[in-house]
């Protein structure tokens, strides 16, 4: 049973960094791209970015190009997302999901919050 | 602005069919398959239709998808009080080099 778990959301100041990890089980982690999916409140769905099984390949957002950094440790079944630079619009729930075109698993979710 | 234009809401009564469109372009559903998502207040969106219109395991029959060109259709038969979600579509972009997303679609079981 495919299981995403999000950790290392919380409240930020606007400027500030915020790493967040999600761990993998259920599924051979190192077969499949990741990606990160943001949803801001009371929104729709925004494609954060992707990284390739082996890490070779990443992919974002223009909304997020140059101030975050997807990673993963394929030893660990783990995926990171570093957010630096962040503002009052990066504020959403992050999931982290399987794939990197419109997923078929998802985390639940955990909340960001960019505020003074 | 969502690249994949939904209506913002839709309803029906128990027991009833209701459609749910998706309308995109040749860059995205013109030429990639289309998901479609179900999310309860609060939780994280589950997949109920993939590859335009395949069922994941659970996901009762009375939920349908097709395609046709750049739009999309949901639709859910013998409607449930239960049923009663946010509806997102998505695909492929193309363009973007990465998956796009409807704006979603309020569904309310009268």
């Known amino acids: 049973q495919v299981h995403l778990v999000e950790s290392g959301g919380g409240v930020v100041r606007p400027g500030g960094s915020l790493r967040l990890s999600c761990a993998a089980s259920g599924f051979t982690f190192s077969d499949y791209y990741m990606s990160w999916i943001r949803q801001a409140p009371g929104k729709g769905l925004e494609w954060v970015g992707y990284?390739?099984?082996?890490?070779?390949?990443?992919s974002y957002a223009d909304s997020v190009k140059g101030r975050f950094t997807l990673s993963r440790d394929n030893a660990d079944n783990s995926l990171y997302l570093q957010m630096d630079n962040l503002s009052v619009a990066d504020t959403a729930i992050y999931y982290c999901?399987?794939?990197?075109?419109?997923?078929?698993?998802w985390g639940q979710g955990t909340l960001v919050a960019v505020s003074s | 602005q969502s690249v994949l234009t939904q209506p913002p809401s839709a309803s029906g009564t128990p027991g009833q069919t209701v459609t749910i469109s998706c309308s995109g372009s040749s860059s995205n559903i013109g030429s990639n398959a289309l998901n479609w998502y179900q999310q309860f207040p609060g939780t994280a969106p589950k997949l109920v239709i993939y590859n335009d219109a395949r069922r994941p395991s659970g996901v009762p029959d009375r939920f349908s998808g097709s395609k046709s060109g750049t739009s999309a259709s949901l639709a859910i038969s013998g409607l449930r009080s239960e049923d009663e979600a946010d509806y997102y579509c998505a695909a492929w972009d193309d363009i973007v080099s990465g998956p796009v997303f409807g704006g979603g679609t309020k569904l309310t079981v009268l």
């Open positions: 990284i390739s099984k082996s890490s070779a390949s990443k």
């Open positions: 999901t399987r794939g990197s075109g419109p997923p078929d698993y």
